[in-house]
């Protein structure tokens, strides 16, 4: 069964953001994972943010990848998140 995980923000245009979110849809569809996102359009509401590039995606209120990062990246990135929730004893040596 496929978790899936709260509604996340994808800040950025129009274009690259939909261009980011088809990669990250192919990078983790693999794992046992969905992530649920919304676009937020509202440069001026990023900037207040922190966000400085185009497109951002931001998960737990942290920025995890900025600009159109490759699939790869993607992958890595979700897979050590995966492994690490389903991993007690690397969140108890990250304390």
Do not use: N, W
Request: charged share 25%.
């Amino acid at each position: 069964m496929k978790r899936i995980l709260p509604p996340e923000v994808l800040k950025g245009t129009k274009v690259i953001p939909a261009k980011f979110s088809k990669r990250l849809s192919c990078a983790i569809k693999h794992l046992p994972i969905r992530v649920q996102f919304r676009y937020e359009h509202d440069t001026l509401k990023a900037v207040e943010q922190g966000v400085g590039v185009d497109p951002t995606f931001v998960l737990d209120g942290a920025i995890l990848f900025e600009g159109l990062v490759a699939a790869e990246a993607i992958t890595q990135r979700f897979e050590a998140l995966v492994s690490r929730e389903s991993d007690p004893s690397s969140q108890e040596a990250g304390s």
